[in-house]
């Protein structure tokens, strides 16, 4: 999950926020509405995957394994 907030209440929660951090968070600090940083967490081997999460998000199309049209085949034969 990504957390999005202005520079004040960040300056403010500061310790709060590395704790998100750790749990794997990715905070994005923005001013005004320009997104300007990002604390995410460096050592991410600690952190467990839940598998399934991104269910229902991402879409594979029926062709996806289909053979490339000609013209780009031919581009690469050359």
Known sequence: ????????DASMSLT???KRARQGEDIII?????PVARFVLLDKKNIKRAPGTAK????????FDAPLPEFIQEAFEA
């Open 56 to 63: 229902g998000q991402i879409i594979i199309a029926d062709d």
């Open 16 to 18: 709060q926020l590395l």
């Open 1 to 8: 999950m990504t957390l999005m907030l202005n520079v004040t």
């Open 30 to 34: 923005v001013e005004g509405e320009k």
